[in-house]
Structure formats: structure tokens, C-alpha cells
């Protein structure tokens, strides 16, 4: 099936696999979101649409404001060590969902921090 394939479109293997390792490339995460550094213990997932997982959340009728980041794998309390000096002390670390709940609204902030950090 694939030699009728490269017969219909003329093609031959090495154009294929050029074509598609470009295709592959162009919309890989990679380029949309540069590597994580060595130096790090932890790592930031982007999401589906290739967009940090920092949410804002409001609770108990909109008087307590949250600022939520998911997706996280490693070392949670680095990246909370590393946060602190940005957000404040007001951090806590939910383990059973690796999420990081800071108390305020911090969204340009965390997003700003974790674009240099390399996400």
C-alpha cells in the first residue's frame, strides 16, 4: 500500500520522510515551548493548546483569590522555594493532584517566571 502511495504521489522514500520530519518539527512541543534545563528538578507541562497550566481560581463567594499551577512532575517544593521570592509565602503544595496553590492573584507573575525558567 505504501509503494502505490509514493507511486501516486511520485514520491520517493527520502522526500517522505524529509517532508514528514519537517511536518513533525514545525508542530512539535519544542518549538513552541523551549526544553527544560538539566539544572532543574522539576517540570511544568503544557497543556493540550500549548499554554502554561496557570489558573486562576476564586473561592467562597469570590473573597478568597487563588492562583493555581498543574501539570507539575519533580520536585514540587523546589519550584515552591523557587516561587517564594516572586509570590510570597502564601504557598501550598497539593500532593495528591501536584498542584501548587498560591494565595493572591499572581498569573503575569508565575507565567513570566516559568517562560524564563525555560516551560
Known sequence: MISLFKKSLNLNATTHLVK?????????????APSITPA???????????????????????TRKLTLIRKITGNIDQLKADLEPIVGPD?????NT????????????????????GF
Open 20 to 32: 514528514h520530519s519537517i511536518f513533525a518539527r514545525a508542530f512539535s512541543s519544542s518549538t513552541l
Open 40 to 62: 532543574l528538578s522539576y517540570y511544568v507541562e503544557r497543556s493540550t493548546f500549548r499554554s502554561l497550566p496557570v489558573y486562576t481560581e476564586f473561592r467562597n463567594n469570590n
Open 91 to 95: 504557598i501550598k503544595i497539593n500532593k
Open 98 to 117: 501536584n498542584t501548587v496553590i498560591i494565595k493572591g492573584i499572581f498569573l503575569r507573575e508565575v507565567r513570566e517566571f516559568l517562560t524564563k525558567k
